[in-house]
Each structure stands twice: as structure tokens, then as C-alpha cells.
């Protein structure tokens, strides 16, 4: 059996229906004897519907997800090495795209029968703002394969002492030379990190309005169905009056028939007795016209 196939159909699924569908794969993966397999699959875990949300958006707009990854790479370099305003910058922008596309995720859920509270929304802002912060999470989220809502991460990791580069020692007599050549470097790098902040801020600014201006939409359908939904029911209640009406006058014209039936009887009866008595009488007066004649 391709457990991986498996494992990627299992968790498209919604989570009250992950452990029947995984249990009947171990099921089937055992009669086939594949103790792998089974093993395997048995160890796949149910996600939490938070978890199951976010993962809804990897899986549904993987190109939305691989421009989130690549813009928090970006943010994730602005936070090494700017300075406070523009962190202040970049994180409101963070803010931003993540609470933007946790409500996408959540339309996203509804839209597949799925009803989520104002505290799955949070868990989804929460394992967006984990995605940023943590490769490990990250993975497993774009893979749409997430089982929990990851520990609150808001900010990015530090800079580890092992990844700052080593000093290089320098001649006594060149480091006035040095520190303006560091000065114009650093100089420089800060533009370059300042212009990268920028277009990072600028796309997620894009981002955020094409996310709002799809929330927007998705909001005006919902609308528009809602009263689609409305005007079916007034239809409904319509028809529903007009079958009780039409229910009741047939039970009207039920009686009339009945009555009318009887009635028809008892007039063919009168019809038939009238008949005879007029059959007798003919007889009589056929009989008294002979016998008066000479």
C-alpha cells in the first residue's frame, strides 16, 4: 500500500471523519498483511481542527503559501539586522498578512462544511506566526500535514552566536582604513537591507489587500447566498400554505363527492322504481284499451 498517498488523502479530510478513514486503511493494509503499511498508518495522528485550518490553506493555495514562506524569509533577515523602527514596520506588516490569510483559512474551512469559532481563527494566526518563526513547523505545514497547534511564536528567532561571522585580525596600522571601509560597508548593507525591508513590506502589503479584497468577496457571496437561502424558504412557506389549502379543499371535495354519490344512488333507485311503476301502467291500459274494445 503508498502509505503516502494514503497519509495525504487522510489529512484532506475533515477531522471527524481522520480516524474512521485511517482506521479502515490499518484495517485494510492488515487483511492484505502489509504490517508495515498498517503500522504506518496507525501512527498517523488526527490534527486538531486549528491545525486542520491552517493546513487547509497550504493545501488550497500552495502558491500563496510559498510567497508567505519566501516573505518571512525576508522578515526574518529585516529582524537581523535593521533597526528598531523598521522592525516596528516589519512586524505590523507580519501582523498584518497573518491575520489576513488566518481569515482566508477560515473561509476556506467553511466553504468545505467545516464551522470553526473566533478561537480557531486565533490557533490559526498562532501556527501562521509559528510557520515564520520555526523551519520545523514550517515543513510540515506546507506539506498541509500539521497535527497541533504549534506553542505561541510572534517573533522571530535571534541570531545564533555561531552564525556571526568571525573578526579577521588586521594590521596595527591600517584600522583607520578599515573602520571607514566597515563604515561604508555597514553603510551600504543598511541600504540594501532597508530597500529589501521595503519591497518585503510593499508585497506584503499586496499580499494583505488581495487576502482582504478576497475576504471581501467571499463575504458578498456568502451574503448573496444567504439571501438566495432566504428567498427559498419564502418559496417554501408558499407552497407549503398552497399544498395545506390544496389539501383542504380536496378534503371539501372529497365530502361533495361522497354526498353527491349517495345522492346519484338514491336518484338511479327513484329512476329505476319510476320506470317500472311507468311499465305497469302501460300494461294496464293496454290491457283495459282490449278489453273495452267490441
Known amino acids: ?108 474551512a467553511r466553504e468545505a462544511g467545516q464551522p470553526v469559532s473566533d478561537t480557531v481563527l486565533h490557533e490559526v494566526e498562532q501556527t501562521l506566526h509559528a510557520v515564520l518563526a520555526r523551519p520545523d513547523v514550517a515543513e510540515q505545514w506546507l506539506k498541509g500535514r500539521l497535527v497541533k497547534v504549534p506553542d505561541a511564536a510572534v517573533d522571530f528567532a535571534a541570531v545564533a552566536p555561531d552564525e556571526v561571522p568571525a573578526r579577521p585580525s588586521r594590521p596595527a596600522g591600517a584600522e583607520e582604513a578599515v573602520q571607514t571601509k566597515g563604515r561604508e560597508r555597514e553603510g551600504e548593507r543598511r541600504r540594501r537591507d532597508l530597500e529589501r525591508a521595503r519591497a518585503a513590506a510593499k508585497d506584503a502589503e499586496a499580499l494583505v489587500d488581495r487576502c482582504e479584497r478576497e475576504l471581501g468577496e467571499a463575504r458578498d457571496e456568502r451574503t448573496a447566498a444567504e439571501g438566495q437561502v432566504e428567498a427559498a424558504a419564502g418559496r417554501v412557506r408558499g407552497l407549503e400554505r398552497e399544498l395545506h389549502e390544496a389539501r383542504a379543499a380536496k378534503s371539501a371535495a372529497e365530502a361533495i363527492v361522497a354526498e353527491t354519490s349517495a345522492a346519484t344512488k338514491a336518484a338511479e333507485c327513484a329512476v329505476r322504481e319510476a320506470r317500472r311503476t311507468a311499465e305497469q301502467t302501460a300494461d294496464a291500459v293496454d290491457r283495459l284499451e282490449r278489453q273495452s274494445e267490441p
Open 1 to 108: 500500500m503508498d502509505v503516502e498517498q494514503i497519509a495525504e488523502e487522510l489529512y484532506g479530510l475533515k477531522p471527524a471523519e481522520f480516524t474512521a478513514a485511517r482506521d479502515a486503511y490499518v484495517a485494510e493494509a492488515r487483511r492484505a498483511k502489509d504490517t508495515a503499511a498498517a503500522r504506518a498508518i496507525a501512527a498517523l495522528r488526527r490534527p486538531a481542527l486549528g491545525a486542520w485550518t491552517a493546513n487547509l490553506l497550504a493545501r488550497q493555495q500552495p502558491e500563496e503559501a510559498a510567497r508567505f514562506l519566501a516573505l518571512g524569509e525576508t522578515l526574518r533577515e529585516a529582524h537581523r539586522k535593521l533597526d528598531g523602527e523598521q522592525l516596528r514596520v516589519a512586524g505590523r506588516r507580519q501582523h498584518q498578512l497573518v491575520g489576513a490569510l488566518a481569515r482566508t483559512a477560515v473561509g476556506l
